[in-house]
């Protein structure tokens, strides 16, 4: 008895130069997480037609392809706001609040971890380093770099991007 196969409704069309990464890319042992990396960097996250793009183009299972998508923190399965708030939790960030920023910052935006805000303009996620421990507790939003921070600064932060 042949299995069934559930066909995802919303269809992706992948650009050339991702196409061709791809095609390079996936006879190589190994190249299933530099090939997410590059759709990652393309969209922003990996959706769910891209999983399947790219388990049709590479012959690659979906689970296997899931598998790893879920297992490193680094890919994102959801869109992330127009403004991605990075805050670090590197041992010198955390050491000097850098928790307590980003709970300040997700209660600023009214979101949990992994959401979005519901006008699709800001998401927070915690990284493990922005390189700049000097300047502990850090945040970036998009290539800004904050250092230095406290909780009470963060509102104004916030606010440049609001309309922006």
Known sequence: MAAAVVKNEENIT?????LAFIEEWKV????LIMILHKIQETYGYISRPAADKLSL???IPLARIYGVITFY???KTTKPGKHKVSVCLGTACYLKGGQ???DEVRDILGIEPDEVTEDGQFSVDPVR???CCGLAPVLTVGNDTYGKLTPDMLPGIIAKYRNA
């Open 14 to 18: 992948f650009p050339q130069e991702l």
């Open 28 to 31: 190589k042992p190994g190249s």
């Open 57 to 59: 183009l590479t012959g």
């Open 73 to 75: 923190h680094y890919f």
């Open 100 to 102: 307590d920023i980003i």
């Open 129 to 131: 380093c922005v390189g």
